[in-house]
Nanobody, 126 residues
């Protein structure tokens, strides 16, 4: 069992930055693909970014590419999302997720993730 806890959300003006963190406990994340998703009110949960268990390859949604950076520290069992040049449309609850993937692959679909955090609110004002 893996427990995930997000932190770092808050209120920021458009153009600002936030750094989200996700701390894991229960198991080491070194063989899990990790991802960030977000869900705005009235909308479905959508993919934001993913990072492989091994090698550090990353993938991003087109809407955040060039602005957001996903990273992981397997030694500390943590996942991060650096968000720059934030826009009001980035407002959502952000979730981190873990998917068992020892072979190492990028995973974009929420249904393929095994564990989820409780989410952290990000609000970007115009």
């Amino acid at each position: 069992q893996v427990q995930l806890v997000e932190s770092g959300g808050g209120l920021v003006q458009a153009g600002g930055s936030l750094r989200l963190s996700c701390a894991a406990s229960g198991r080491t994340l070194s063989l899990y693909t990790m991802g960030w998703f977000r869900q705005a009110p009235g909308k479905e949960r959508e993919f934001v970014a993913t990072i492989r268990a091994i090698g550090g390859s990353t993938g991003y949604a087109d809407s955040v590419k060039g602005r957001f950076t996903i990273s992981r520290d397997n030694a500390k069992n943590t996942l991060s999302l650096q968000m720059n040049s934030l826009k009001p449309e980035d407002t959502a609850v952000y979730y981190c997720a873990a998917a068992w993937a020892p072979a190492g692959r990028l995973i974009l679909l929420p249904k393929e993730y095994d564990y989820w955090g409780q989410g952290t609110q990000v609000t970007v004002s115009s």
